[in-house]
């Protein structure tokens, strides 16, 4: 079964008009990559049009710190000046890979479009990385010149070509100020970024993103700015101001905030340093933010931080979670801890390698379906599979697999992964397992999570939602782990709230009263401590599995 947007409901009544023929945002059907696919006609055709368009934007803010601003104008300059000093001086030619190892910084932003500009890819690495882990990105990919925060100096140390992002980069965007800003011509199915998925079964594999992935990205946030209008927003989209708390090297941060403000004239309001609920609210507060997008993990310290209404946070008029899975009573705690976003919270699925959302659960949706991520957005075709790679009809569960203009060109230099996420015409298979109801995607679990319990399939998944429906239960990590008998049995580690004491009879019966007695764990752990989670807000499954392979005198019998 195929699924696309819904057009029933007026937001997609809205997006008939602006997507049909003659609309702004007219889709069209080209060939990508040998595929025919459908795609936003009147997208740019790389992302150095729209560098070059942003010098037009003048001084309005574009990237804004709690000690900075830097205009859209003041970006170009700093760009051309960056980019000359890379051409001239370090020899960075079209399709050379530029690293970035740092934290949250204006000047990570302005590098990586000093690298567009200059025809190179950007290496967005992670800034959590061990030395180890650092030495296998930069040797995976070879970058001629890697930009460092001091923090993570020492992880580069003896390397030739490193500019630091705290003193190289504000000094070198100011050296030649007068330098026009001609970006390279890049065409539409070059690489332009790799980011690194989040590794939490294995190690990281770097996703390949064209200039074409993050055009078409562009044209679908300038197309919900158009929805809003069409729906009786009356705000200018170029008002708007979009706190970015999560780490640039994440394709939330940087693919669907960063890239397509500065095609649409919005400001980005940038929480550096390790997140604390009272400096983001208090930057909220002082920049007027409208939009936010939040992990979990950011909205579970709202939950429990207590009262928050001694901030004046009346601007935001959108708040959405992503990266990782939530469950409806955690949503709902949230509403409750968190009115400002009851009437505008939203939910999404996607990957790392989807470069954006796959689909989007409007608050209606949620209203309507909460335990679903929403529907198919504009130009993505999703399916559900089968193992043989049949499609399934609706209520059938098998594998997602989406085919888009947004998925990526491939896994940078591993062609034996890249066979495996992408094929059959381009269609991306994401390992999740999921189920189509009411045309929403329910998300099931991962294929590498799936517990094989004496015969039967267990997704941690449903075991996590009815679990942390619980009361006195923060959050809840389910996995499985070896058994002489049943191959595996289940086991979970539950996070629960200080002060209110849970135990493990009390959790395995209320386990019990909704779910089949084989997906009851049999094995529990219980603790105030919170779930270790890689940048991204993913639990790291690994870290969960491991924590049961020793005696632990902390955890339940």
């Not at 079964?201 to 562009?218: E, Q």
Request: charged residues 25%.
């Amino acid at each position: 079964m195929t699924v696309s947007a819904d057009p029933r409901t007026a937001a997609m009544a809205a997006v008939g008009r602006l997507t049909g023929q003659g609309g702004q945002f007219e889709l069209a059907e080209e060939d990508v990559l040998g595929v025919p696919m459908t795609v936003f006609r009147n997208r740019h055709r790389n992302l150095g049009e729209v560098l070059s368009r942003s010098a037009g934007l003048g001084d309005r803010d574009y990237i804004v710190t709690s000690g900075e601003r830097l205009s859209f104008s003041g970006h170009a300059r700093a760009v051309a000046s960056l980019a000359r000093v890379l051409r001239e001086e370090y020899g960075v030619v079209p399709g050379d890979r530029i690293a970035i190892l740092a934290a949250n910084h204006p000047g990570w932003i302005v590098s990586f479009w000093a690298a567009v500009a200059v025809g190179a890819i950007t290496v967005g690495c992670n800034a959590w990385s061990s030395r180890r882990e650092a030495a296998y990105t930069l040797g995976h990919t070879g970058p001629k010149v890697v930009v460092v925060d001091a923090k993570r100096a020492g992880l580069v140390a003896g390397r030739e070509a490193v500019l630091s992002i705290e003193e190289d980069i504000p000094r070198l965007t100011r050296q030649h100020p007068d330098t026009p800003l001609v970006p390279h011509a890049a065409a539409e199915d070059e690489p332009v970024v790799i980011l690194y998925t989040s590794g939490t079964s294995g190690r990281p594999k770097g996703a390949v993103h064209t200039h074409r992935n993050l055009t078409s990205v562009i044209e679908y946030h300038r197309m919900n700015d158009a929805i809003a209008r069409e729906l009786g927003d009356p705000a200018d989209p170029a008002d708007r101001r979009y706190l970015l708390a999560l780490p640039l090297f994440h394709i939330a941060s940087l693919h669907n905030l960063a890239v397509p403000r500065l095609a649409t004239g919005a400001a980005v309001v940038m929480h550096q340093g390790a997140f604390d609920v009272d400096t983001v609210l208090r930057l909220i507060e002082k920049e007027k933010v409208t939009s936010w997008g939040a992990v979990p993990t950011m909205a579970s310290r709202l939950i429990t931080h207590g009262d928050l209404s001694k901030y004046d946070l009346s601007s935001l008029s959108g708040f959405s979670l992503a990266s990782a899975p939530s469950s409806p009573a955690f949503k709902e705690r949230l509403r409750k801890a968190f009115p400002v976003v009851r009437r505008v919270l939203a939910d999404s699925y996607g990957l790392t390698e989807s470069a954006t959302a796959i689909t989007v659960a409007s608050p209606m949706d949620l209203a309507e379906a909460p335990a679903t991520v929403g529907r198919p957005i504009a130009t993505v075709r999703l399916e559900i599979r089968d193992p043989a790679g049949n499609a399934l009809p609706e209520g059938e569960e098998g594998e997602i697999c989406a085919r888009s203009p947004f998925n990526m060109l491939g896994y940078w230099n591993d062609p034996q992964a890249t066979s495996r996420a992408i094929r059959d015409d381009r269609w991306l298979h994401t390992g999740d397992f999921g189920v189509i109801e009411g045309g929403r995607l329910r998300v099931t679990g991962r294929r590498t999570d799936l517990i094989l319990r004496g015969g039967e399939n267990v997704y941690p998944a449903e075991i996590e939602e009815a679990v942390s429906e619980h009361p006195g239960v923060v959050e809840c990590a389910v996995t499985g782990i070896p058994h002489p008998d049943l191959g595996q049995e289940v086991a979970a580690v539950v996070v629960t709230r200080a002060g209110h004491p849970v135990t493990e009879d009390e959790l395995r019966a209320y386990a019990g009263q909704q779910l089949a007695y084989f997906k009851v764990p049999s094995r529990w752990r219980i603790t105030t401590e919170a779930l270790p989670r890689n940048a991204t807000g993913k639990v790291i499954r690994q870290e969960v599995r491991l924590s049961f392979s020793a005696p632990d005198e902390t955890a339940a019998d």
